[in-house]
């Protein structure tokens, strides 16, 4: 099986295998003309402040076709952690109150609650690999259940519709991070409260900018406790009483979007629409399928779960020297990722069979 995307369009390294997608994917070529663009843009005074704008717009308008949502619905941050913690400052937390995670959920999901003090926030751990293992925690004092729905450390794909019916069992908030299914997998994004994605791993941009999600629908009424001048709407002036805030999820974002990073996520949206996303989800996971079979009789402790309907495009494995091997791997020209006692291999559309082929040679 050949590559989707051509791997010439991408940085990629003569005669190198990238699979480090869960970490950094391979920049795309045309993003050195998009930062040139926003350099050019920005030294055209008021006329290039417009063009940065319309660059926002038709980023979340484009974010909103791949999460099949209305581009209001889609606001920007600066990382994940960042919306997070706008969410948490809008609640009214009250004594006892918890939410529910997964004992090895990515800290950024985590840490803007799990810190907070006056109250100190419950928090609840679901522990194993069992698909129900967050029902079985959540209870009535549950405020969020917050999961990624593809884990970065083993790679599981969770399974949102059962969340969200825990969720509104339990009269909880669903927060969702997306960061390791966007631009592979179909986003049901509306299956949330709230939503954000890092941009720089499989939505091919780079960081500086994180996407926000609002589900209007669900929570109309939703205001954050902060705000910075681009949160308001525009044309206010003074602050008796306080201006209102932007009526979209534009309010997630405080002051100036990181319009380079938007400019480059841009020409990342562009890039993923000229195929479909079922095809590169088919794709992907073709090829991890394919890796998965390829170690098992190698014995390896592989912590990726092997049915498709349970796993994203990672295929993960414990190892106690994890650095070195991803060290060796990358001497044989095999670009993988490590951290946390494991070695992570992810594939995206710029791979092929091929590739799998010299990954198990390489291990």
């Not at 791997?7 to 950094?24: L, N, Y």
């Not at 581009?71 to 952690?81: L, P, R, Y």
């Not at 990515?106 to 069992?130: C, D, F, H, K, T």
Request: neutral net charge; glycine residues 10%; contains cysteine.
């Amino acid at each position: 099986m050949d590559p989707l995307f051509d791997p010439a369009d991408f940085r990629i390294p003569a005669g190198v295998t990238h699979v480090c997608a869960a970490g950094e994917t391979a920049a795309l070529r045309v993003h050195d003309q998009a930062l040139l663009q926003y350099l050019v843009d920005k030294s055209l005074g008021m006329s290039g402040r417009a063009a940065q704008e319309a660059q926002v717009e038709a980023a979340r308008a484009g974010v909103a076709r791949l999460w099949g949502v209305t581009a209001g619905d889609i606001g920007f941050v600066a990382n994940v952690a960042e919306g997070v913690s706008i969410v948490a400052g809008s609640l009214d937390w009250r004594d006892g109150d918890a939410i529910a995670i997964d004992a090895e959920e990515y800290p950024s999901v985590v840490g803007p609650i799990a810190l907070r003090r006056n109250p100190a926030i419950r928090l609840l751990q679901a522990r194993g690999g069992e698909p129900d293992r967050l029902a079985r925690i959540a209870d009535g004092r549950t405020r969020i259940i917050a999961a990624s729905s593809v884990s970065y450390l083993t790679g599981e794909r969770i399974d949102l519709h059962a969340l969200r019916a825990i969720a509104d069992r339990v009269g909880a908030l669903l927060l969702v991070d997306f960061t390791q299914a966007s631009g592979y997998l179909p986003i049901e994004a509306s299956l949330a409260d709230f939503a954000f994605s890092a941009c720089y791993k499989w939505m091919l941009g780079i960081t500086g900018v994180a996407v926000a999600y609002w589900n209007r629908a669900r929570q109309p009424d939703w205001s954050p406790a902060s705000a910075g001048w681009h949160s308001f709407a525009p044309g206010g002036r003074g602050y008796d009483p306080p201006p209102a805030l932007r009526p979209d999820a534009m309010r997630f974002t405080r002051g100036n979007p990181a319009h380079g990073p938007v400019y480059v996520l841009n020409g990342a949206l562009s890039y993923l629409a000229r195929h479909d996303r079922l095809d590169v989800q088919r794709h992907v996971q073709t090829l991890t399928t394919a890796l998965l079979d390829g170690l098992r009789p190698r014995r390896l402790p592989i912590t990726t779960p092997y049915d498709p309907a349970r796993h994203g495009a990672s295929v993960c494995f414990t190892a106690p020297d994890a650095a070195s091997v991803v060290a060796a791997l990358h001497q044989k020209g095999v670009y993988a990722w490590n951290g946390h006692g494991r070695v992570r291999i992810s594939f995206h559309g710029y791979n092929g069979m091929a590739d799998v082929d010299r990954i198990l040679e390489a291990l």
